[in-house]
């Protein structure tokens, strides 16, 4: 048995085997095979080859065709490492020495010859390990297209799934009905997957560096979301131990979604609206299941899947119409696409930094449509019932103003082809860039309402990488700057009466969410789980002294003065 200590960033217990999955061009899983299929995984593996070889025959008949014989010699070479020992017999011999996959067998016989190719004096031999990728990479890629080969959305059996990272659009494929847990190297609790864990109510550990590397694959592991821990071939008593805390969390998550109907009123009769964060449209029902009163975010990228494609604008309408019709009478807050570059074509241009580079509204310069037609879709939802319009990554007038005129660009596109739409579609900003922040009274005076994006804001307000476990406790919700940063909202906003909320992680966390009714906040949208006991924190105070607490805080000049201050005061967390 082993323990190994992350952040916990989505609560409650799994215990299952682990499913490890490391990243090449594409995922690649190390999966454990029983004695039986290690027979036909060798063929799996042998069916590849030859698959790769009628394909490198083509490809080198056709050059030779097309531009002579000698061109084509290269190929030659591609033919020869298939057959070659060291991959082809080492692969064979791994799958059945190590009981693994024949993708992970391949895996080891590259680095393993690559090594080999390293050691080479001979330069031109050096870089033959080029070839050696590409002949890898296409076995690998026949593997992938074989019926058995493992997938995100296609994974085997119920599993803890042990990764280094996991992108947004491999989160958007995956098969969430067969994660028991997520572990991963890196991340904190505002990474994009703890988020969607979190609203799914799969328990998740992130941060942990080296996961992938210490958890043997197929190995059993017992995930604590709740304390951040991830143990190892559990003990019998630790086993115990995990499922008497895991049963107690499910009767205690039993007993909060007992409070779905109570309203969040303070002691003192203050309202403070609950809505939910969903990534996927079918995390409506968990929202409504758990007393949302709308949808507060939707963060509508997901919709493009790994193979980033953006909907067309019928699929668009046809799920937005479906959450409006949901969520009724409540309201549907969908943000336009918050992508990067890569959502603009596989082959297209990277950014050497994409939290600060071309992503968002940005990335109208480049090409405008996939915006205009998510931008129809939901003008034409707003029949149906109450949609709002968030545009993220506004940094300032220029931006929003490029936005808004693509959006009357739109309706009228839809006046002229007389299709119906809903005109007052009211509009609103992701406010979680600094400078969006800092002249939020120039802002609203253009926009209908704001809603805080505190994870962006926090990260750039302070410099940390939200997704960066080496920062994270640099990462203060807390932070003087931060808490004064709200504060300079709330007041822009008052004093324009735009409609304000806090969708950011901060607002699911009971001890921040009281200190942002506090700030004057009076709606918060956060994951679906976590309503019930904002919605308890909230009912355990009098909004006045929340209040009192927030203009303490705003005093202090440190966040563990804050930290203290706030925990002497509340005892919800
Ligand atoms: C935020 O930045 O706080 C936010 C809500 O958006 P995301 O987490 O998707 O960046
Ligand atoms: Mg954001």
């Not at 029983?34 to 070889?53: C, G, M, Q």
């Not at 309202?271 to 029902?285: C, D, H, I, K, S």
């Not at 105070?541 to 929340?546: E, I």
Request: glycine share 8%; charged share 25%; hydrophobic share 45%.
């Amino acid at each position: 048995m082993s323990a190994l200590r992350g952040t916990g960033v989505s609560p409650g217990v799994a215990v299952g085997r682990a499913l490890v999955m490391e990243r090449d061009a594409a995922p690649v899983f190390r999966l454990t095979l029983p004695p039986e299929r290690l027979h036909d995984e060798v063929r799996r593996l042998e069916a590849a080859i030859e698959a790769s070889r009628e394909q490198l025959h083509g490809i080198k008949e056709r050059l030779s065709r097309e531009v002579g014989a000698p061109h084509a010699y290269i190929f030659d070479a591609h033919l020869l490492m298939l057959d070659d020992p060291l991959l082809r017999q080492r692969a064979a011999e791994i799958i059945r020495g190590e009981a693994v996959n024949a993708e992970w067998a391949l895996r080891s016989v590259s680095e393993s010859l690559h090594a080999l190719f390293s050691q080479f004096s001979d330069a031109y031999l050096r870089e033959r390990s080029t070839d050696l990728d590409d002949v890898i990479g296409r076995i690998q890629l026949n593997l992938r297209g074989s019926p058995d080969a493992p997938s995100l959305s296609r994974l085997p059996g119920p599993i803890v799934l042990v990764a280094g990272d996991l992108v947004p659009s491999e989160a958007a494929d995956l098969d969430w009905d067969r994660v028991l847990a997520i572990v991963t190297d890196v991340g904190s609790s505002t990474y994009h997957t703890a988020i969607i864990a979190r609203s799914l109510g799969i328990p998740a550990v992130a941060g942990l560096k080296e996961a992938t590397r210490q958890i043997p694959p197929g190995s059993l592991v017992a995930v604590d979301g709740t304390r951040g821990e991830v143990v190892v071939e559990p003990s019998g008593a630790a086993l115990d131990f995990l499922q008497s805390a895991q049963e107690a969390y499910r009767r205690e998550e039993e007993r909060l979604r007992g409070t779905r109907a109570l309203a969040a009123r303070t002691l003192d009769g203050v309202l403070v609206r609950l809505e939910a964060n969903v990534e996927f449209p079918e995390e409506a029902a968990t929202a409504q299941l758990h007393g949302a009163e709308g949808i507060g975010l939707f963060r509508s990228e997901y919709l493009l899947g790994r193979g980033l494609r953006f909907p067309s604008e019928e699929q668009q309408l046809d799920v937005y119409r479906r959450l409006v019709e949901q969520m009724h009478p409540y309201p549907v807050t969908v943000r336009t696409w918050d992508v990067g570059l890569e959502a603009l074509g596989p082959a297209g241009p990277s950014s050497p930094n994409p939290a600060l580079g071309e992503r968002a509204l940005r990335l109208l310069h480049r090409s405008a449509d996939p915006f205009r037609i998510q931008l129809r879709a939901l003008l034409r939802a707003g029949r149906q019932g109450p949609v709002r319009i968030m545009f993220p990554f506004v940094s300032g007038l220029r931006d929003l103003r490029l936005a808004l005129s693509l959006l009357e660009e739109a309706k009228e596109e839809l006046r002229t082809e007389g299709v119906p739409f809903r005109e007052d579609v009211p509009v609103g900003v992701n406010l979680e860039v600094p400078s969006a922040a800092v002249i939020a009274d120039l802002l609203a005076a253009e926009v209908d309402f704001f809603s805080v994006g505190t994870n962006d804001l926090i990260q750039y307000l302070l410099a940390v990488d939200r997704t960066d476990p080496r920062v994270s406790s640099l990462y203060e919700p807390l932070h003087p700057a931060v808490l004064r940063t709200l504060r300079h909202i709330t007041e822009a906003a008052e004093a324009h009466g735009r409609p304000l909320s806090v969708c950011g992680e901060m607002a699911g966390q009971p001890v921040e969410a009281v200190l942002l009714v506090g700030l004057g906040f009076r709606s918060l949208s956060m994951a679906p789980s976590a309503i019930p006991r904002v919605k308890e924190a909230l009912r355990a105070v009098r909004a006045a002294d929340a209040c009192s607490l927030a203009e303490r805080c705003l005093g202090l000049s440190t966040c563990a003065e804050i930290e203290d201050v706030v925990s002497q005061a509340l005892s919800v967390r």
